[in-house]
Every structure is written in structure tokens, then in C-alpha cells.
């Protein structure tokens, strides 16, 4: 069986295509600027050279279009029909308090998605249209929707409510919902397998850290709370994103610069952050090398953003009231920044959480998962590879086939100590050769 993933985002498209019986990924790629004058997609097959091209995509109606005439294009395509597709996953960021694990799209879902519209302005609509575009495509296979919300709905009251008027949440929807859920629910199913320990036994503080990025305490398997809120904007420092502010700085602002609500949330969304601070980047690597350079607004940036970090850890330390059982790392800084995650761990000896230097700077790849915990470390420190398209994929399998049922009593592949990822593994000794050493820190399943 083939299943087509699609991640629809403000501006982009991320896809994957994977045949199920040989656990291949066929086909992947990204397409970026939907909706500017040119967008750019990038996609590559197995065993085929990589497609780069431009077009104008107004919409993701013509972005979904593209995408699927890339997959049948015989020089760089993976599909000789596009009937080959027996299912597509797709991504939807805010479920609402509805939906507390994946499910098969139907009128009724898609209105539910839409009446929760107004939590994920950003990114629900882009889901929508992505979803109705490819059902347009392929309008006679089953179409799935996995959402970032749902492996949060196990948070406790006390962690999801906030102290406001609880008319608000009753009649507004007004609570915590977290974001980043098949990340968290990923790695710490992988970080399980590390462990020898089921599941559902173990307690982790996970760190997604991307352009976005949220933090995940877990308890006994499950989300108990984690840094986002309502909204993707409350938390730790991103890439744009400012995280935990007063909110009296939005009404302060608007009296201050006569800028409606709409501008300072647009502005606390998409200019501050490392981007804020700096004023000129929201990639972690120009910020360090403006650190290195001298530029004290960077180093200030670095420093903001790792001290949010470890704070958030001591945090979650507390409410799991117990030391968590490993500390993972994952998401493309959390995955190759070893600056990062060292200041993050700085400091935190005293709580039995000890980084080894020398590890540390050797964990950079995506081809395999590695231990940087000094060998005394009370706690294990993990860099887990994500692989959100993989449970996207493995999700809308078990609800065509009848399968499915919630984390905690369904048993994903990537749980299990055998399983592999081949194109990783396929990747893994070009890491080898760039990186000496990096042979002894991966961590190996145990039990």
C-alpha cells in the first residue's frame, strides 16, 4: 500500500510517499512561498537526481497540484499512476478540545477543524485547503487527519487551565493545547526502545527545538504538560516566535505605538524571538556566529533563548516530581545545534543532568540517535531524529485497516527495539566518514 503525507503550512507544503508493504520512502519533498510571486519546490525520489524548480502557486490548491505532477513526472517523479495513492495523512495543527487522537476525514470532521478555526488562524486554514485540494486529486481514497493536539489531551486540568474567568474556557475555548504532538509522541516512544523500558514507564522531558519549538514533560508514557498554549506562541524563545511575555505587553504596545491588537500579534509572531533580539536573524547558526564575531544583541539572543530552556527544564523536573529517566533532544536545532543544547545543560550537575562535551559536539546527523550524557549523568541525554511523516503514515494505515487506537494501547513499529529506518540507515556512513567518533555515541536499544 502507498500513503501519500501532506503538511500544509502557511506558506508551505511538505509531502512524503511510502510504500507500506516494503517500508521504503519513495518520494519526498518541500514546497515554499505558496501565495508569494515564486514558489520553490524541491523533491526527491529513490534513485533518481534531485528536482528543484520554480512556479507561482497563488494558492495550495495550485501547490498540491504541483506537487502531485512532480510525483508522476518520469524523470524525477516515483508514481506511474497517481491511483497507485490508496490513502493520504494529512497534518491539521488544532484540533480543539474535540479530538484526542487521529481520524478519518468526513464532512463532519472538516466542519469541527473549521469551528476551531479562530485558536490556529496561521495554520488551520492552510490544512483545510491542503486537505481539500488533494481530495479534489484523489477523491475516491480515504483520506486521514493526525493532529498536533491530540497526544496533549492527557494533560491534567491543573496543567491545561488557565487562571482567567472560566467562562472562558467554557464558552471560548480558552485552555493550554500544545503543539508538536507526533514529535513528542515519536521520540519518546524512541526513547523508550533506548531505554529498555516500556513506555509506559517511562519519564521524560523532551525538547522540540525547530524554528518553532516546545518542550513536553512525560509521564509514564504520557503528555502531562508542555510549554505552547492556546496558541503556538506562548513558551520558550524561537526563531520568531517571542514565547512567555506579560500579556499587558500587547495593551501597553498598542497605547504606546497606536498599533491595533492584530499588528503587535502579528509582530509578537513573526518579528520577535532570536529575530527580535538580534534584529537581523532567526537562524540559530547566524546567530552563533555573530556571537562569535563579537555582536553582543546575538549573544544576548543565544543567551535568552538556552536560559528559557533550562528554566523550562528545572520546570518540568518539578512537575513530574520525579528525575526523568532521559532528557531528549530533537528537531533541527535540537538535532545538529551542539551550542544549544550545551548552555540549555549548563548548570543543571546539581540536578544529575551532565552533558559530555566531546559527545555533544559529535551529535549532528539525522541518521541515527546518540547518547551525549556523561557516563555519571544520573540522566540519560538523548538526540532523537524526529519523524513526524512516519507516524502521520503509520496513523492513517491503522485507521484504514481498523487498527488504530490511542498511543498508549497501539503499538507504532518505530516502538518496537527491531525496527529500522532505511533510508537512515542508507545515510548513516556518509555520517560516519564527516564525523570520527560518531560510531561510539549511538545509542543502541537495550533489553
Same mark, same amino acid.
Given at each position: 500500500?502507498?500513503?501519500?503525507?501532506?503538511?500544509?503550512?502557511?506558506?508551505?507544503?511538505?509531502?512524503?510517499?511510502?510504500?507500506?508493504?516494503?517500508?521504503?520512502?519513495?518520494?519526498?519533498?518541500?514546497?515554499?512561498?505558496?501565495?508569494?510571486?515564486?514558489?520553490?519546490?524541491?523533491?526527491?525520489?529513490?534513485?533518481?537526481?534531485?528536482?528543484?524548480?520554480?512556479?507561482?502557486?497563488?494558492?495550495?490548491?495550485?501547490?498540491?497540484?504541483?506537487?502531485?505532477?512532480?510525483?508522476?513526472?518520469?524523470?524525477?517523479?516515483?508514481?506511474?499512476?497517481?491511483?497507485?495513492?490508496?490513502?493520504?495523512?494529512?497534518?491539521?495543527?488544532?484540533?480543539?478540545?474535540?479530538?484526542?487522537?487521529?481520524?478519518?476525514?468526513?464532512?463532519?470532521?472538516?466542519?469541527?477543524?473549521?469551528?476551531?478555526?479562530?485558536?490556529?488562524?496561521?495554520?488551520?486554514?492552510?490544512?483545510?485547503?491542503?486537505?481539500?485540494?488533494?481530495?479534489?486529486?484523489?477523491?475516491?481514497?480515504?483520506?486521514?487527519?493526525?493532529?498536533?493536539?491530540?497526544?496533549?489531551?492527557?494533560?491534567?486540568?491543573?496543567?491545561?487551565?488557565?487562571?482567567?474567568?472560566?467562562?472562558?474556557?467554557?464558552?471560548?475555548?480558552?485552555?493550554?493545547?500544545?503543539?508538536?504532538?507526533?514529535?513528542?509522541?515519536?521520540?519518546?516512544?524512541?526513547?523508550?526502545?533506548?531505554?529498555?523500558?516500556?513506555?509506559?514507564?517511562?519519564?521524560?522531558?523532551?525538547?522540540?527545538?525547530?524554528?518553532?519549538?516546545?518542550?513536553?514533560?512525560?509521564?509514564?508514557?504520557?503528555?502531562?504538560?508542555?510549554?505552547?498554549?492556546?496558541?503556538?506562541?506562548?513558551?520558550?524563545?524561537?526563531?520568531?516566535?517571542?514565547?512567555?511575555?506579560?500579556?499587558?505587553?500587547?495593551?501597553?504596545?498598542?497605547?504606546?505605538?497606536?498599533?491595533?491588537?492584530?499588528?503587535?500579534?502579528?509582530?509578537?509572531?513573526?518579528? !520577535?524571538?532570536?529575530?527580535?533580539?538580534?534584529?537581523? /536573524?532567526?537562524?540559530?547558526? &547566524?546567530? #552563533?556566529?555573530? $556571537?562569535? =564575531?563579537?555582536?553582543?544583541?546575538?549573544?544576548?539572543?543565544?543567551?535568552?533563548?538556552?536560559?528559557?530552556?533550562?528554566?523550562?527544564?528545572?520546570?518540568?523536573?518539578?512537575?513530574?516530581?520525579?528525575?526523568?529517566?532521559?532528557?531528549?533532544?530533537?528537531?533541527?536545532?535540537?538535532?545538529?545545534?551542539?551550542?544549544?543544547?550545551?548552555?540549555?545543560?549548563?548548570?543543571?550537575?546539581?540536578?544529575?543532568?551532565?552533558?559530555?562535551?566531546?559527545?555533544?559536539?559529535?551529535?549532528?546527523?539525522?541518521?541515527?540517535?546518540?547518547?551525549? !550524557?556523561?557516563?555519571?549523568?544520573?540522566?540519560?541525554? /538523548?538526540?532523537?531524529?524526529? &519523524?513526524? #511523516?512516519?507516524? $502521520?503514515? =503509520?496513523?492513517?494505515?491503522?485507521?484504514?485497516?481498523?487498527?488504530?487506537?490511542?498511543?498508549?494501547?497501539?503499538?507504532?513499529?518505530?516502538?518496537?527495539?527491531?525496527?529500522?529506518?532505511?533510508?537512515?540507515?542508507?545515510?548513516?556512513?556518509?555520517?560516519?566518514?564527516?564525523?570520527?567518533?560518531?560510531?561510539?555515541?549511538?545509542?543502541?536499544?537495550?533489553?
Amino acid at each position: 500500500m502507498i500513503i501519500l503525507t501532506l503538511n500544509c503550512g502557511s506558506s508551505s507544503v511538505k509531502y512524503q510517499v511510502y510504500d507500506w508493504d516494503k517500508k521504503d520512502v519513495l518520494g519526498k519533498g518541500v514546497l515554499e512561498r505558496v501565495g508569494q510571486a515564486q514558489s520553490d519546490l524541491e523533491h526527491e525520489s529513490m534513485g533518481k537526481k534531485e528536482y528543484k524548480g520554480q512556479r507561482a502557486c497563488p494558492t495550495h490548491k495550485e501547490a498540491v497540484a504541483w506537487v502531485m505532477e512532480i510525483l508522476l513526472d518520469k524523470e524525477f517523479g516515483c508514481l506511474s499512476d497517481i491511483n497507485e495513492v490508496k490513502a493520504v495523512g494529512h497534518r491539521v495543527v488544532h484540533g480543539g478540545s474535540k479530538f484526542t487522537q487521529s481520524v478519518k476525514i468526513n464532512p463532519q470532521v472538516l466542519s469541527e477543524f473549521k469551528s476551531v478555526e479562530a485558536l490556529a488562524p496561521l495554520h488551520n486554514p492552510a490544512n483545510f485547503h491542503g486537505i481539500e485540494a488533494a481530495m479534489a486529486v484523489l477523491p475516491n481514497v480515504p483520506h486521514c487527519a493526525v493532529l498536533d493536539t491530540a497526544w496533549h489531551q492527557t494533560m491534567p486540568e491543573v496543567a491545561y487551565s488557565y487562571a482567567v474567568p472560566f467562562e472562558w474556557q467554557e464558552k471560548h475555548n480558552v485552555r493550554r493545547y500544545g503543539f508538536h504532538g507526533t514529535s513528542f509522541l515519536y521520540t519518546s516512544k524512541r526513547a523508550a526502545v533506548l531505554l529498555g523500558k516500556p513506555a509506559t514507564q517511562c519519564n521524560l522531558i523532551i525538547c522540540h527545538i525547530g524554528n518553532g519549538a516546545s518542550m513536553c514533560a512525560v509521564k509514564n508514557g504520557i503528555s502531562v504538560d508542555t510549554s505552547m498554549g492556546m496558541t503556538p506562541l506562548e513558551g520558550l524563545v524561537m526563531g520568531t516566535r517571542s514565547g512567555d511575555v506579560d500579556p499587558a505587553v500587547m495593551s501597553y504596545m498598542c497605547r504606546e505605538t497606536g498599533k491595533s491588537v492584530a499588528e503587535i500579534d502579528s509582530e509578537l509572531n513573526k518579528k !520577535s524571538g532570536l529575530l527580535g533580539v538580534t534584529g537581523k /536573524f532567526s537562524d540559530r547558526r &547566524d546567530v #552563533e556566529k555573530g $556571537m562569535k =564575531e563579537g555582536d553582543a544583541r546575538c549573544k544576548l539572543a543565544h543567551e535568552l533563548e538556552t536560559y528559557r530552556l533550562r528554566k523550562y527544564i528545572g520546570a518540568y523536573v518539578g512537575a513530574l516530581g520525579v528525575m526523568p529517566d532521559a532528557l531528549v533532544f530533537t528537531a533541527g536545532v535540537g538535532e545538529f545545534d551542539a551550542a544549544v543544547r550545551a548552555r540549555a545543560l549548563s548548570g543543571l550537575e546539581c540536578m544529575g543532568i551532565k552533558i559530555d562535551s566531546a559527545k555533544n559536539n559529535l551529535a549532528r546527523t539525522r541518521n541515527t540517535e546518540t547518547c551525549i !550524557s556523561a557516563d555519571d549523568s544520573k540522566v540519560k541525554i /538523548f538526540v532523537i531524529p524526529t &519523524d513526524e #511523516e512516519l507516524v $502521520m503514515t =503509520e496513523d492513517t494505515y491503522a485507521l484504514l485497516t481498523g487498527t488504530y487506537d490511542v498511543h498508549t494501547k497501539y503499538t507504532y513499529t518505530f516502538a518496537q527495539s527491531n525496527y529500522v529506518n532505511k533510508a537512515r540507515q542508507a545515510g548513516l556512513p556518509k555520517d560516519l566518514q564527516r564525523l570520527p567518533g560518531l560510531e561510539n555515541i549511538i545509542a543502541k536499544p537495550r533489553g
